[in-house]
């Protein structure tokens, strides 16, 4: 049963540079939440998709953005990178009819310089 | 708003001894589900364990077990047995259970970071 993946593991970015992270759902999921976590804090909620739309979205600036494609993967992109973006990117994936429970992915390390 | 407060960053506990992390949260819905996440140094946040809070009956997944208390809107995650594999980040999270706004998105807290000591 392959799990939530996302690519890449690491990446390192300089200010006003843009940047796609990846993720595929755990098989047999349909939704996908993308959450930032800080150093030393919590998962903060990005966005959620949904039948290839963003369903909810957090308190997010539009320099954020994503997409979901027919095979439920999903991509995150930020624009004109700022120093405070640098962070852990997770995906979650979850099925529709059990939204509530999520399951994670290893991250993105994102470093921005 | 949903909050959830985590009120010990850093513990620390003796292997095969038994520790409690607490987590309290603050909404004014009466359907939601609670979840403990651990996360260890390798980044992956791994699903621990799930309470639904129209169910009275705490919740059990083999050595971890949570006392959940509505009324106090307190939810703590006890583990028993403590294994050098439990050392992580615990994070206690919130959701709610129905659709519309703000319900799909998971409320952390900042996390206590557990250390089990041989």
């Known amino acids: 049963d392959a799990g939530v993946t996302q690519s890449p593991t690491h990446l390192i970015k300089t200010r006003g540079q843009q940047v796609t992270l990846r993720c595929s759902p755990k098989?047999?999921?349909?939704?996908v939440s993308w959450y930032q976590q800080a150093l030393g804090q919590g998962p903060q909620f990005i966005f959620q998709?949904?039948?290839?739309?963003?369903?909810q979205r957090g308190n997010f600036p539009d320099r954020f953005s994503g997409h979901q494609f027919p095979n439920y993967s999903s991509e995150l992109n930020v624009n004109a990178l700022l120093l405070g973006d640098s962070a852990l990117y997770l995906c979650?994936?979850?099925?529709?009819?059990?939204?509530?429970?999520?399951?994670f992915g290893p991250g993105t390390r994102l470093l921005v310089l | 708003a949903q909050t959830v407060t985590q009120s010990q960053p850093e513990m620390s506990v003796q292997e095969a001894e038994t520790v409690t992390l607490s987590c309290t949260y603050d909404?004014?819905?009466?359907?939601?589900?609670l979840f403990w996440y651990k996360q260890p140094p390798s980044r992956q946040m791994i699903l621990v364990i799930r309470?639904?809070?129209?169910?009275?009956q705490n919740a059990t997944e083999n050595r971890f077990s949570v006392n959940f208390q509505k009324a106090a809107k307190s939810f703590s995650l006890k583990i028993s047995d403590s294994q050098l594999g439990d050392t992580a980040m615990y994070f206690c999270?919130?959701?709610?259970?129905?659709?519309?706004?703000?319900?799909?998105?998971?409320?952390f807290g900042k996390g206590t970071k557990l250390s089990v000591i041989p």
């Open positions: 098989s047999g999921h349909d939704t």
């Open positions: 998709y949904y039948e290839e739309e963003e369903r």
């Open positions: 999270a919130f959701i709610l259970s129905y659709s519309g706004a703000g319900s799909y998105q998971l409320t």
């Open positions: 979650a994936s979850s099925f529709r009819t059990a939204q509530e429970t999520q399951y």
């Open positions: 309470q639904e809070a129209y169910k009275q």
């Open positions: 909404t004014s819905e009466s359907n939601y589900y």
